[in-house]
């Protein structure tokens, strides 16, 4: 017999993500625009952190911080980042203590990210994922929970050490 949990409160871990950031500069904006539109379409409330237009000469930090910052502080839930490789939005999206942004293009990460290392922000090419792709993994990544198994929260809690004492160093310089 199936338990009935659909009055069950909702945990960190149950709770479906909902508040959704995404950022793109030039090289994934047309994606990102097709994504937001997808996100909207899906049930998602989704906050555009820019590029609102195309323009060939922006700097992905610009869009991709401001969207982590979001993330850190909980405004929104997760996020999704794009540049043209996806490499400088996740390098630029870990620098801000709190978040564990990454480049994915496969299923397996898409969810496994979020399941064992709490995955808050997925990263795209946008020069070199498709849109179905693109749209195929903000949804696996979106339905995945983190498992929270005591391992899981014991490499995190290194992690989050290790960016403690980053910021701290930071701040005595």
Not at 7 to 19: C, F, I
Not at 30 to 44: D, I, P, Q, R
Not at 81 to 105: D, E, H, M, Q, T
Not at 129 to 138: K, Q, R, Y
Request: glycine share 10%; hydrophobic share 40%; with cysteine.
């Amino acid at each position: 017999m199936n338990k009935d949990t659909s009055k069950e409160p909702q945990t960190e871990l149950t709770r479906r993500p909902h508040r959704i950031g995404i950022a793109a500069d030039h090289g994934g904006y047309e994606l990102k625009e097709y994504l937001v539109k997808m996100l909207v379409t899906a049930g998602y409330e989704a906050t555009d952190f820019g590029d609102r237009q195309l323009k060939g000469d922006d700097d992905y930090p610009d869009f991709i911080i401001p969207l982590a910052r979001a993330i850190a502080a909980g405004t929104v839930d997760r996020g999704v980042g794009i540049c043209g490789s996806g490499v400088g939005a996740s390098v630029a999206a870990n620098k801000v203590p709190g978040v564990r942004a990454c480049l994915i293009n496969e299923n397996f990460s898409a969810h496994q990210g979020v399941e064992d290392d709490d995955l808050n922000m997925i990263c795209f090419g946008g020069l070199l994922v498709g849109h179905v792709l693109a749209w195929e993994l903000v949804q696996t990544f979106l339905a995945a929970r983190f498992k929270g198994a005591e391992r899981f929260r014991r490499r995190l809690a290194k992690v989050s050490e290790l960016e403690g004492k980053a910021t701290k160093a930071a701040c005595e310089n």
